[in-house]
């Protein structure tokens, strides 16, 4: 490292240093972003609201209701007796489901007939109203199976016996704490590094670069590493607190997790300096980043629904940010306990991934400055 | 001032094109590109039987649900395809599948799960089990004789749904509309915020404080301005993206969701100053907002099911703007209700931007004398 270098690390950790109140939000914003997505951010459907009108209630129609009213995952919003009131209560929100027996439905059961069921949702938010469908199908069957159950077992000529690895019990929490070391490594460095070189520009002082020995590649990794030292520092903290806090198993090697972050936030902090090089007011700065980091870290990373199943345009846009490559070595450590034999793809390409964003900030750093 | 804050946006262009570019370009991606359905799940196939019962299986798991992707040959290549995350899902067929069919024994197969990703994984065991109970009522049919009709002996519960508001579940209402406040959020905390500690750095905020004009009078002026740039840029990604493009139905009144709007700007820009006001630089307001605005956007309810939230973090989602901005937005798109139902809505959110308007100008007078 040459001396140069050393004084600009030195002088931006000064300017980072110059403000007490920054010095702890730096700790204290992901620390609590990582609290509060952790204990709010769920994709479990639990306590769901479904209004129910039950046309000629008898004892068959009770206990299919009361099937979907036990299973844990919905609650009775409300008892109506016509079309309107379930209208009005899908409409208000006050339930996301409803479910309407026909006034024949035991009758119709007695008789070894098929009773028709009319199930309504709420489709505003599509996922939720898949995931409430499917679950109610689920229901549904298990009440069929129960039906003939009695009539042996050459009913049900076929069955399926599902297993789950990895994560038995299906928590989404196991899936979103690791995720979100994901997407605040990603936003996070990127909005810190943004202003670096860009405040400079806005005060003047970058003009006494021109008239001193430092070469652009020195100047670029001394105002990078320092913002890689914080972020390096507030991975242990989230990476603490995933396992720690919300006992996130973590059965992976941690050496191989930690040269990946590394990896991976060289290149988000090298996001962020592309932009601090690019524009030439901090504000514009601080807006890019944020919109091409905030949203897309949730979005590209495959952190709500999986790449495989995104549409085109949007696979193609992931190859954009190096999170689809984390995400992966992330979610695998924790829960997979995948070593280096198969990830070493994955840290490849976060390796290339940074080599270039830092590349292409300094050959622009020079150009402009030069 | 009011017009030389609208100088001050306009001069900057790069700020304009960044503008226009969330407004346009950026929705447009987001809600072309994202499906919120689970489809295409990579699966593997391990046939310990290979007959035509265990084929006839096979080939009703296809696309758009599956992708089959490989027919291991030992039980360690399962293991392995699913450790590499080449398929999060694993269908064993059993040796004696056809034999025990035949016989009019019970079969079972077995489905092995990748469970990371713990959501996506219970939606597509859904569609599987659907696929091996309609595969295993065509085998009843066959083994009792009977054609589909004579089978409604067997007493069932047929499960109609149907979709409201959107019965497709097409996910480009749902995206465009999340997209679209989302963005606004962000522009409209960012925004006043930048603009109002600038003065500060440049220490011009003491000649401000030198001329008549109140504390109220400064913060007004600088929501002003950049409330009328994000409501016209509203206006721009609804009619020249989502409304021509993706056809989103607007079945309530336009009027209804751009009041909201604007009393929302109101509120995040009086939230982006009163951030402003405390912090003395950028770099803070940066990690303030940050602190803030990430919350806001993935807590307000549309990713997450609020139902399942803990009771105290239900508590704090009304704190939330947007939380009253989606179901606004959402309303007044797709179910087209009316302020007679959204009333509640437009109170909440009233309320908490006269509070963080208030704050503000509390914080910002204390802050100079």
């Given amino acids: 490292m040459s001396g140069r270098m050393a004084t600009v690390i030195a002088k931006e950790f000064r300017e980072i240093r110059r403000s007490k109140l920054y010095i702890a939000l730096t700790v204290i914003v992901p620390a609590t972003l990582m609290i509060i997505f952790g204990y709010g951010m769920t994709f479990d459907v ?61 009758t119709r059961l007695e008789e070894g007939r098929t009773a028709e069921v009319q199930l309504l949702i709420d489709g505003s938010f599509p996922n939720q109203a898949s995931t409430i469908r499917s679950y109610m199908e689920a229901i549904n ?39 979100i070391i994901v997407t605040t490594l990603l936003f996070y460095p990127a909005l810190i590094a943004t202003l670096s070189v860009v405040r400079e520009k806005e005060q003047g002082s970058i003009l006494n670069l021109l008239s001193s020995p430092i070469k652009g590649w020195e100047y670029i990794l001394g105002k990078a590493i320092p913002y890689l030292c914080i972020s390096l520092l507030v991975f242990l903290i989230i990476f603490l607190l995933a396992w720690w806090g919300f006992r996130v198993p973590f059965r992976g090697n941690f ?40 949203i897309p870290a949730f979005f590209y990373s495959g952190f709500f629904f999986p790449i495989a199943s995104m549409g085109k345009i949007s696979q193609i846009q992931s190859y954009l940010f190096p999170s689809r490559y984390y995400m992966r070595i992330v979610r695998d450590s924790f829960l997979k306990g995948i070593g280096w034999h198969i990830l070493w793809p994955d840290l490849l ?9 830092l590349l292409s900030s300094i050959l622009l750093f020079r150009k402009r400055i030069g | 001032m009011v017009r030389k804050e609208f100088l001050q946006v306009a001069r900057d262009g790069v700020i304009l094109m960044i503008l226009l570019y969330s407004f346009t370009v950026d929705i447009y991606l987001v ?32 696309p758009p649900y599956f992708n089959l992707v490989a027919y291991p040959h030992r039980e360690g290549e399962v293991q392995d395809l699913l450790d590499r995350g080449k ?26 799960v990748d469970g990371t990703h713990s959501n996506s994984s219970l939606i597509a065991m859904g569609y599987a089990a ?32 149907r979709i409201w508001f959107n019965p497709n579940l097409k996910s480009e209402y749902f995206m465009g509309v999340t997209e679209l406040l989302s963005v606004i959020t962000m522009i409209s905390i960012l925004l006043p915020a930048a603009a109002m500690v600038r003065e500060k750095e440049h220490g011009t905020i003491e000649q401000l404080l030198v001329t008549p004009l109140r504390p109220h009078e400064i913060m007004l002026a600088k929501i002003i301005p950049m409330g009328t740039i994000t409501l016209s840029a509203a206006f721009l990604a609804l009619f020249a993206v989502l409304e021509p493009i993706f056809s989103i139905p607007i079945r309530g009144h336009l009027g209804l969701f751009f009041a909201a709007t604007l009393i929302f700007v109101f509120t995040s820009s009086g939230l982006g100053l009163f951030l402003a006001s405390i912090s003395r630089n950028l770099s803070e307001v940066i990690l303030l907002t940050l602190l803030m605005i990430a919350p806001i956007l993935f807590l307000s309810g549309s990713w997450t099911p609020y139902e399942a939230m803990p009771f105290w973090m239900k508590r704090i989602t009304y704190l939330s703007p947007l939380k009253y901005f989606l179901e606004i937005g959402f309303s007044v798109f797709l179910k087209g209700l009316g302020l007679r139902e959204l009333w509640k809505e437009f109170v909440g959110m009233l309320a908490l931007g006269g509070l963080a308007f208030l704050l503000g100008v509390i914080k910002f007078r204390s802050s100079f004398q």
């Fill in chain 1, 46 to 106: 639990k306590n769901i609201a479904v209004a129910v009108w039950d046309l000629s209630p008898s004892r068959e129609s009770r206990e299919y209701v009361s099937t979907f009213l036990n299973s844990g995952y919905f609650r009775l919003g409300l008892y109506v007796r016509n079309h309107g009131e379930i209208e009005e209560a899908l409409r208000r929100g006050r339930v996301r489901a409803a479910l309407i027996l026909p006034s024949d439905f035991a």
């Fill in chain 1, 141 to 179: 069957a298990q009440f069929n199976e129960n039906l003939v159950r009695h009539l042996g077992p050459e009913t049900v000529p076929l069955k399926i016996e599902s297993r789950v690895w990895f994560n038995p019990e299906l928590k989404s929490r196991n899936f979103i704490v690791p995720g």
């Fill in chain 1, 255 to 294: 050496l191989l997790l930690l040269l990946a972050s590394l990896l991976y936030v060289t290149g988000t902090v090298g996001i962020g300096l592309l932009i601090s090089v690019l524009l030439r007011t901090q504000v514009g700065a601080m807006l890019l980043t944020s919109i091409v980091t905030i």
């Fill in chain 1, 349 to 357: 390409a976060l390796a290339i991934y940074s080599c270039l964003l």
């Fill in chain 2, 31 to 62: 809600t072309k590109g994202f499906s919120l359905e689970v489809r295409r799940t990579p699966l593997v196939v391990y046939d310990l039987d290979r007959s035509l019962a265990s084929q006839r299986l096979i080939e009703r798991f296809r």
């Fill in chain 2, 87 to 112: 398929a999060t899902m694993a269908l064993v067929i059993p040796p004696h599948f056809s034999r025990e069919l035949e016989a009019g024994r019970q079969a079972t197969v077995q489905l092995i």
């Fill in chain 2, 130 to 161: 659907r696929i091996v109970e309609a595969y295993s009522r065509h085998i009843l049919v066959d083994r009792l004789g009977l054609t589909a009709r004579e089978l409604r002996w067997l007493p069932a519960v047929e499960l109609r749904s």
